[in-house]
């Protein structure tokens, strides 16, 4: 793909939007514009335009002005020996992550004698524009990501290319390794973050991982309810763009668009659209006949809230098997 989603797209703040049902009534949002793409680091532009489609990423009453224009590296080290490198993304390994690999490792072959951490075989990958190098276990690849099961079994050894993905932002990369250690993932913060959590669930669609999809999902519904945010035109665009098929993050981020269009103020009298909205539909691409059907279930249902309710009705169950019953969260009902 030639696309970089590594991107940092400017911001500014908006207008509260409106509601027609106690659904909606949290509808209160600011909104989310931009002027132009720009790589991660450089000064970030911000624009007022009348879109209401364009939902800003933090929420209302924020000061979005005071927003970073890049993303803050830590330049000390971790506590751990997947340390934050100065100006590079790089995973934490949790506490113990080693340790439970080398106990995984061992159960896998009773017979054999307990491996230490240099005696672990582990495979080169390479991220991001820049290449970030990532080394990562074998074991872990193996175990937890179907793609790289079927990869690695291959004879020869796959190539450098085949284990470079520069279309890949390097720190939801990051991300992605510190998942396969085990390690918790916090969710998206801001408005930066969320875009490293949109390239996670990409991975976990284009590897098949359908934990990490789940567990995706969950963070992006939680940060958007907690925030009254709705997904602005260039988040529809990027996750059509980069998933080649059907998903729960597709439609999620559709169906808040789509309750934002029915629940929310219009911009000015008479613009139910914006011009880059119309732009996405026209293209009549899989988003156009999926905006269309979310329009006609929110008004058929009168107007439920995609950022609410069950998390299992966003979670992929591709044997079949439901997800375990889940405590109600706050952010499910209120």
């Known amino acids: 793909m030639s696309s970089d989603p590594t991107l940092a797209i400017p911001v500014a703040t908006g207008r509260p939007g409106a509601s027609r049902t106690s659904s909606s009534q949290s509808m209160q949002r600011s909104v989310e514009r931009i002027n132009d793409r720009q790589d991660l680091g450089t000064v970030v532009k911000r624009g007022i335009s009348p879109a209401p489609d364009s939902t800003a990423e933090v929420g209302a009453g924020s000061a979005a002005d005071e927003r970073p224009t890049s993303i803050t590296i830590p330049t000390t080290k971790a506590s751990s020996t997947g340390d934050l490198r100065s100006g590079l993304a790089s995973p934490v390994i949790p506490d113990g992550a080693v340790q ?79 998942w396969l250690y085990g390690g918790k993932l916090q969710g998206p913060h801001d408005f930066h973050s969320f875009q490293h959590y949109l390239c996670l669930y990409v991975i976990g669609q284009n590897w098949d991982v359908e934990p990490l999809c789940n567990n995706t999902v969950d963070l992006v519904r939680l940060y958007y309810h907690e925030n009254n945010m709705t997904a602005p035109t260039f988040r529809l665009e990027y996750i059509y763009t980069f998933t080649k098929t059907p998903n729960h993050m597709r439609k999620f981020l559709t169906e808040t668009a789509a309750f934002r269009a029915l629940c929310g103020e219009p911009a000015a009298k008479g613009v139910f659209l914006s011009d880059s909205m119309k732009t996405l539909i026209s ?16 008004t058929k249902d009168d107007f439920p809230d995609p950022r609410k309710g069950s998390r299992c009705d966003w979670h992929e169950h591709a044997n079949g098997k439901l997800c375990a019953k889940e405590d109600v969260e706050p952010y499910m009902t209120s």
């Open 283 to 298: 293209k009549g691409s899989d988003f156009s006949v999926d905006y269309a059907h979310s329009l006609i279930k929110l």
């Open 100 to 178: 439970s690999l080398i106990a995984s490792i061992h159960a896998d072959n009773p017979g054999s004698k307990t491996p230490t951490p240099a005696d672990i075989p582990t495979t080169v990958l390479r991220a991001g524009v820049t290449h970030k190098v990532f080394k990562v276990p074998n074991h872990l690849l193996t175990s937890k990501v179907p793609f790289f099961k079927k990869l690695l079994s291959t004879t020869p050894s796959p190539a450098d290319e085949q284990l470079t993905f520069d279309d890949l932002d390097e720190f939801a990369f990051a991300l992605f390794v510190r």
